[in-house]
């Protein structure tokens, strides 16, 4: 903390002085009252090793959620240029595209109360759950290739949504380039059977409500019309065929680090050239992981819809249940920006960061370039969650980003050190939030006082200016696997 220098109330900076070999200073959104917690952790000398990637540009930035990772600390963003720059597979992370969607209905919180427990015993039961969960999916071995490649797009050619879906879905559910042949048949072995479900640790199926509306003429173009209205957020990644994909790559960056003669101040930052071989076989394989979580939640997404109208009959239409967005939330794109007065093509690493596009941007759906990109960003599960929008600001400071959700404080392991599971469930239940889940032990881990409050996470990067909050939900059940 002494070495940081205080730019404005959320701004900070490692200085490019900090450590010989930076070639970007670094950049911090948070309060000082965060920054507290943020130093227990080894975060902020991830973001000044950060600064050392080849071609990297503007800053090496970290948002309020910001907490110790792999390589990269989560909550981290960093931009290199396309033509000299690297990727790394820790800018990504093992969770490749873990994300959020949420959906909207026309019911309220009174109307669901009374068959509340019905409705989450369904849910539970369509939607797998809990570590090593094996998938309802299972595509033959032959169709796991064309996953790979359409993402959402197959699920729904397969009657999992409608096109509709896909417009809500940042990159329509589906991103460029991926190539199967660059993923091994380790990463598809166990990819194969959990296509389908939502997994375990921070991985969740919230039930919530409308709790604040903050700007209405933003909210009622996502469908977000009152106090009280019940929405489901969908929050899952790439299960093991992400984590194999980045295990399997993060081998061959380092040995890409020796040929190509990189110097890094710690290994986990491994990486090779954009455009070299190893670059751009790690993005293809990464895109296949992006897709087959996009994937992933669209098929989730449609069980959740099945499962209201088993509990609240009638048909989607009379429930009033559409899509409002998909957001990834761990994932690497090429993407052209304004670097020094003129379009770079750029390698925007996103770990554990949100794309926060503006209104007017050419590459969101027409329903939502008007007001920009939603931004889902979930907090834990005893409070509340926000929706926001991006903002012109976040495309000039942070390359169209911002944070992800509340971020940790405690580590799973000191987390369930504190606490009991059952005592976190019967707390929950206190507070009129039903908790449904297959490992009660595992609860701990994700008990509201190892998270920041994302309130805070939110004041900061609205008062930075890099997204705008639109609304606030509170949850009402909550499955964990």
Known sequence: ?????????????????????????????????????????AALEQVANVAFLPGIVGHSLAMPDIHWGYGFPIGGVAATRVSDGVVSPGGV????????????????????????????????????????????????????QRLLVEGARWAVKNGFGTDDDLDATEDGGCIEGADPAAVSERALTR????????????????????????????????????????????????????????????????RAVARYGIQLPDRQLACAPVESTEGQQYLSAMRCAANYAWCNRQHIAHWVREAFIEVFGGNLERLGMWQVYDVAHNIAKIESHLVDGKQTRLCVHRKGATRAFPPGHAVLSSMYRAI??????????????????????AMDETFGSTCHGAGRVLSRGAARKSVKGHDVATDLERRSILV???????????????????AEVIAVVQGAGICQSVARTEPIAVIKG
């Open 93 to 144: 992370g093992y969770d490749i595209n873990c994300g959020v969607r949420l959906l909207r209905t026309d019911l309220t919180k009174a109307d669901v109360a009374p068959r509340i427990s019905p409705l989450v015993e369904r849910l539970f039961r369509n939607v797998p759950s809990g570590v090593g969960s094996q998938g309802r999916l299972r595509p033959p071995k032959g169709q796991i």
């Open 1 to 41: 903390m002494a070495t940081l220098r205080r730019i404005d109330d959320y701004r900070w900076e490692i200085p490019i002085s900090y450590r010989p070999g930076m070639r970007v200073p670094g950049l911090i959104y948070a309060s000082e009252s965060m920054l507290q917690s943020i130093e227990q952790d």
């Open 372 to 393: 920009g990109q939603p931004v889902l960003i979930p907090g834990d599960m005893g409070r509340y969650s926000y929706i926001a929008v991006g903002t012109a600001r």
């Open 436 to 454: 449904r889940t297959g490992d009660i032990g595992a609860l701990a881990e994700e008990a509201s006082h190892a998270y920041k409050d994302v």
């Open 191 to 254: 990819g194969l059977p959990q296509a389908g479900s939502l997994g375990s640790g921070n991985h969740f199926l919230e039930v919530q409500a409308v709790q604040e509306i903050y700007d209405e003429q933003v909210a009622s173009v996502m469908g977000i019309e009152r106090k009280g209205q019940v929405l489901i957020l969908i929050h899952t990644g790439s299960r093991g065929l992400g984590h194999q994909v980045c295990t399997d790559y993060l081998k061959t960056m380092e």
